[in-house]
């Protein structure tokens, strides 16, 4: 039970438009703990909500009640019953897993809502969702919406009975009905208002797949079987909480086809669906040229959108069956039907390539939330329903309506199933723009019913829609919605105002005042938050969870990924950022304590920055917020001593054997790690015998008159790693390059940023332009070999000093390594090296742009078989994993969630390879083997040929890695040395 201020906060917010500050939170462990949470609010009298991910987009899964969040612990497949097509879920499993489970029997779950793979079952229960795969069900089972594939429901009443509901003959519910209790009084009361309504029921419901608002009320009717599991699907926890679920699976089809077909604009493409439908796909989407506009303007997706068909809008219609050809013979059989419409088809046969198409269709939320140069574009009519021989018309007209209010849109969706997706640029922050809203509102309601269609088709009427109901269902159903809810919950308890006697459509709206800090802080260190636009970065968040991805798949969020806690995601640290601007609940301001608990186990891996649909930038927006917190006081132990680390070293370089004394040495090493605030596990890395700079300005000048590259000399791979810096450098000679230094000691400052040293910061990188603004200007090439620092002058530098010409042109000519040379690959050909590899890359480098596929390629050119781990962040990430407590035991639970056990599991004859320092660290202490970075590979290969160094662990055995090998046992002993002659000096 948590009812502290950030938990509330945490949870006054999904995907919708809307914010309601809850009474408490509930986690339950247990089935039990959810009936003791039912018993402990029917004793104080207080609503309850059970909500899935939190990613619906109508108000329904926020309010003032006592929230049930099932996702952390009840997560558990029961079982998968293969021969009658059934699996027993937990409400926590997710859609992914469930999924996952079922392929293995050849089955598969067909609602896949675009939030599949962190969406819960239980949250499509609740919402009847649906998804591009629902024309599979539709055309191979009972249906595409939850509804249709469910076969039972265990469910609890918010007066504590609990009761397992499906199909009931006539027969069965006679006797339920005579046996009494609570239990027949239910079944008996649902039987009269269907007897009541079944003709009203029969005459209204929309006939058409997507039918979502309301509730339904026609699994009552005889011919339905009186369902009542699929009449509770869809009430979104207005009336039960369910507690487990047995889903209906179809079989899984062997091979897929893709066919793509391009049109003049996307109303000739949906007047098209009728045809395709007659084909009986598996899905069938669409979407238009502003979605794809929008894309391209974000630099998404850039070569899939290349591969599209020529035209102005689309349909994506996949055909699966039991052979690729089979598949494919029946696209090409629809392909030529369409040959007199459609002005271009492609068929994609590849799965690579199919994916691709499906990246460009799941990006309508990310391309066009907030497209370039527009205001940003928000939920509230972006779910209508008709029917799929309708879509067309509707489209046309409701484009009309966008026109007479001056909005716009893209238009996206399941076209197959009629259902239409759309953000539209609402203006929730103004009276006049929220006026226009609900005018354009009840004006779309009153269009969709004119087409016999429904006001959601998978997302929900919430808050956002349940007004409008009676325009679409008529007085006397909504009536009946509201004897159905009240038999269910007579104290209407369950999730108040949501279906039944909602609350208005534009109260409660979450951007109606646009939050500005209480406490404004005298000045920002990011001019881009300046005059509000911190506020604005934290309404960036869209609530789509993205960051509740359980793991192995992207970076985003790694300690949400360990310890599944919304305050761990991205979503949960812009929430609170955004409650801290508020202050009605979270109410410390800029030292706020749970904003600080939160961001305190923020890895800053900047996977959000890139994975986020919507680019939320959580280290970015924690290095802001801690400079302000910490402003007027002192910094915890390790701040001073990881922060300032470039500083230490600096010193350290001077005596590198005195150094190590201390840090290598029990108990002096001891006594260092308490007092730099270290976990007592960890090895301090030791100083490098000495630096990079050194060996580099000791050695005669190398290709002369050759183009000169300017090599980065980061502090880690200066004063601890001067082996991958000496390989760096002699593999770039080798390519042709004159390398340089810069003159004089040069730091960007990456470890500030963790700990809010952000005045520090500026001035560490306002003294690299200074320095530098000849090389700058010569547009001579930067390479970095850390890719942290090489991210702080593509990321950090730009945004620091934004007016900076050369600031923005160093961001512009800094390169990786791998991306360097792979830009010149045309004139350079790497050297061979025919091995296995394990490759980890940098959240940083994969994070950033270009991503790590220029790395990839340059080994592969290499003639190295790589295997890549999707093994997030390592849990190093800097200073984080070093800091003793909780920072120190997520660190270990990152690293052993995927990449140590790959790393352990590796033969010993395969290289492994990680250019980050901290990444290298953390495989080094934890296991036997040593991390090489990249340019030590190549090294290793321009020294021993394409077989490499002969034996087991080849990081051992290659002459440029002689030194880094022996490093701790030399360091030691000149520490000693040191120690000596200090002794004798003393004497």
């Not at 998804?131 to 089972?141: D, E, N």
């Not at 290969?941 to 030194?963: C, H, I, K, W």
Request: hydrophobic share 40%; proline share 6%.
């Amino acid at each position: 039970m948590r009812f502290d201020a950030a938990s509330r906060a945490l949870y006054a917010s999904d995907a919708s438009n809307y914010r309601q500050v809850p009474i408490g939170v509930v986690v339950p462990r247990s089935v039990e703990d959810i009936v003791a949470a039912h018993d402990a609010c029917r004793w104080h009298g207080a609503p309850l909500l059970a909500r899935g991910c939190g990613t619906s987009l109508s108000g329904e899964t926020v309010n003032v009640a006592v929230v049930i969040d099932c996702s952390k612990y009840l997560h558990e497949i029961r079982y998968i019953d293969a021969d009658r097509r059934l699996a027993a879920c937990q409400p926590g499993v997710i859609n992914d897993q469930l999924n996952a489970a079922a392929a293995q029997h050849g089955l598969v779950f067909a609602p896949d809502p675009s939030t599949h793979a962190y969406c819960t079952i239980g949250g499509n229960i609740g919402n009847n969702s649906c998804g591009t795969h629902s024309v599979l069900g539709q055309f191979r089972g009972d249906g595409g919406r939850t509804s249709d594939n469910v076969h039972d429901l265990e469910v609890l009443t918010y007066d504590g009975l609990l009761l397992r509901v499906g199909e009931t003959s006539e027969t069965e519910l006679d006797r339920i009905v005579s046996e009494g209790g609570r239990r027949g009084e239910i079944y008996g009361k649902l039987r009269a208002l269907r007897d009541r309504y079944g003709s009203l029921i029969r005459e209204r419901f929309p006939d058409i797949p997507r039918r979502v608002s309301g509730y339904n009320l026609d699994e009552l009717l005889p011919e339905r079987g009186f369902n009542l599991a699929r009449a509770l699907v869809g009430t979104e926890g207005t009336c039960v909480t369910v507690l487990d679920a047995i889903v209906k699976l179809l079989p899984r089809p062997q091979a897929r086809v893709l066919l793509v077909a391009g049109y003049e604009d996307v109303y000739l493409a949906a007047d098209d669906v009728a045809l395709v439908m007659g084909h009986r796909p598996d899905a069938c989407e669409g979407f238009d040229d502003l979605l794809v506009a929008d894309q391209r303007a974000h630099g998404m997706n850039a070569a899939e959108l290349d591969l599209l068909p020529d035209g102005r809008g689309w349909l994506l219609v996949e055909f699966g069956d039991d052979s690729i050809g089979e598949a494919s013979a029946r696209a090409r059989a629809l392909s030529a039907e369409l040959e007199g419409s459609a002005g271009d088809v492609s068929v994609f046969e590849q799965p690579a390539e199919q994916e691709g198409m499906w990246r460009v269709r799941e990006a309508g939320l990310a391309a066009t939330a907030f497209p370039p140069g527009e205001a940003g574009h928000w939920p509230g009519w972006e779910d209508s329903a008709v029917s799929p021989a309708r879509v067309g018309a509707y489209l046309r007209d409701l484009r009309a309506l966008y026109d007479q209010h001056g909005y716009g849109g893209a238009f996206y969706g399941h076209f197959g199933q009629g259902c239409i997706h759309s953000r539209i640029d609402f203006d929730f922050a103004s009276a006049e723009g929220r006026r226009r809203y609900r005018a354009f509102m009840e004006q779309a309601a009153d269009l969709v019913v004119s087409y016999g269609g429904s006001l959601s088709g998978e997302h929900g009427d919430g808050q956002q829609r349940a007004e409008l109901l009676p325009r679409m269902f008529g007085p006397e159903l909504v009536e009946a919605f509201r004897e159905f809810k009240a038999i269910w919950d007579p104290d209407g308890r369950m999730n108040p105002g949501k279906i039944v006697d909602p609350a208005p459509l534009d109260s409660d709206l979450r951007l109606a005042a646009s939050p500005q800090p209480s406490d404004p802080p005298r000045k920002v260190h990011f001019p881009q938050y300046d005059q509000g636009g911190f506020a604005l970065a934290t309404r960036r968040c869209v609530g789509v969870g993205k960051c509740r991805r359980p793991g192995n798949d992207g970076t985003m969020c790694p300690s949400f990924q360990v310890l599944r806690e919304e305050k761990h995601t991205t979503r949960g640290r812009a929430r609170l950022m955004f409650e801290m601007l508020q202050g009605d609940v979270v109410g410390g301001g800029w030292r706020d304590q749970d904003v600080y608990d939160a961001l305190h186990l923020c890895l800053s891996c900047k996977g959000c920055s890139n994975e986020c649909p919507v680019n939320v930038d959580i280290p970015t927006m924690k290095a802001e917020f801690l400079s302000h917190y910490y402003e007027g006081r002192v910094r915890p132990r390790a701040a001073y001593a990881m922060g300032l680390i470039m500083l230490w070293a600096r010193g350290a370089a001077i005596a590198p054997g005195m150094a190590n004394l201390f840090s290598q040495v029990a108990p002096l090493s001891t006594g260092l790690k308490v007092a730099a605030g270290v976990a007592p596990s960890r090895q301090l890395p030791p100083f490098a015998r000495t630096t990079f700079r050194r060996w580099f300005q000791a050695r005669p000048a190398r290709n002369a008159g050759c183009p000169q590259v300017l090599l980065w000399p980061d502090t880690f791979n200066d004063h601890f790693k001067p082996e991958t810096a000496i390989a760096c450098t002699e593999v770039l000679e080798a390519a042709g390059f004159q390398v340089t230094v810069p003159d004089r000691w040069l730091c960007c400052g990456r470890p500030l940023y963790d700990f809010g040293f952000l005045d520090l910061a500026r001035r560490f990188l306002q003294r690299i332009i200074n320095e530098i603004r000849p090389q700058i200007r010569a547009a001579i090439p930067v390479i970095g070999m850390e890719p942290s620092c090489l991210a702080v002058f593509r990321d950090e530098l730009p945004r620091m000093l934004p007016d900076d010409p050369d600031a923005k042109q160093l961001a512009k000519q800094s390169f990786h390594l791998s991306e360097f040379l792979e830009l010149h690959r045309d004139d350079w050909e790497p050297p061979r090296l025919e091995r296995r590899a394990l490759v980890h890359g940098h959240c940083h480098h994969k994070n950033g742009p270009g991503g790590f596929a220029a790395e990839q390629s340059l080994l592969g050119r290499m003639g190295l078989t790589c295997e890549l781990p999707e093994s997030g962040c390592c849990g190093m990430a800097g200073a984080f994993g070093f800091e003793r407590g909780e920072r120190h035991d997520l660190s270990m639970r990152c690293g052993e969630r995927v990449l140590l056990p790959q790393v352990r599991a590796a033969t010993k004859d395969t290289l492994v390879v990680a250019d980050g320092f901290s990444c290298k660290e953390q495989i080094r202490q934890l296991t036997d083997r040593h991390a090489l970075h990249t340019g030590q590979v190549i090294s290793m290969a321009l020294r021993n040929g394409a077989a490499g160094p002969r034996g087991d662990y080849p990081e051992r055995d290659d002459p440029t890695l002689v030194a880094s090998w022996k490093q701790p046992m030399a360091v030691v002993g000149s520490g000693l040395a040191a120690a000596a002659i200090a002794a004798r000096w003393s004497r």
